[in-house]
């Protein structure tokens, strides 16, 4: 059956695409350790479950930018079709459909790579805020010290220097 994949193993085949998070039905494939059209066949045995928002298929402009950020070997060669991609609901809603041990383990952690996602997502934005806050508060005690830092970042004028010989 294998070892359940690590949270990080997992994060790293989580990609950004139309504002969501997804992960590709290829990648949950191989996590499952079943064959993609097992994956998909599935899918589609209960496809009104999977509505748009939890499922949706690459385009092929999709396709060619995401192949170009990951450059895998293993997506060379003629696809049929493009693969489809889920959403965190769409992935929790495939516990419902593949109902073996190692699935559920595998949604498990699944799950928890998301909810990381959501904790650094939450946090970058609460330091975003915290510093936008603080520039504003400090802008004119600061303004002196980024002054400074500014005039000593200019290059001083060189010195002219002689050509010839010293006489």
């Known amino acids: 059956m294998g070892s359940v994949p690590t949270i990080e193993k997992i994060e790293r085949r989580v990609f950004l695409i139309r504002d969501h998070n997804v992960m590709l039905s290829t990648d949950l494939a191989d996590l499952y350790a079943v064959q993609p059209r097992v994956l998909m066949q599935a899918v589609k045995r209960n496809r009104e479950r999977f509505t748009a928002d939890f499922m949706f298929q690459l385009t092929k402009e999709e396709f060619g930018r995401l ?29 419902s459909v593949l109902r073996s041990k190692r699935a559920i383990q ?54 002219p220097r002689r050509i010839g010989f010293k006489t």
Do not use: C, H
């Open 67 to 95: 192949k170009s950020q990951i450059v895998t070997s293993s997506w060379g060669g003629l696809r049929r079709a493009y693969p489809y991609t889920f959403t965190e609901q769409g992935v929790a809603m495939l516990s």
């Open 106 to 159: 595998v949604n498990i952690a699944i799950m928890r790579a998301f909810v990381r996602f959501r904790e650094m997502i939450a946090s970058n934005k609460r330091l975003a805020r915290r510093l936008t806050d603080l520039e504003k508060k400090y802008d004119g005690q600061f303004r002196v010290v980024f002054e400074a830092i500014r005039q000593l970042m200019e290059p001083s004028a060189p010195k």
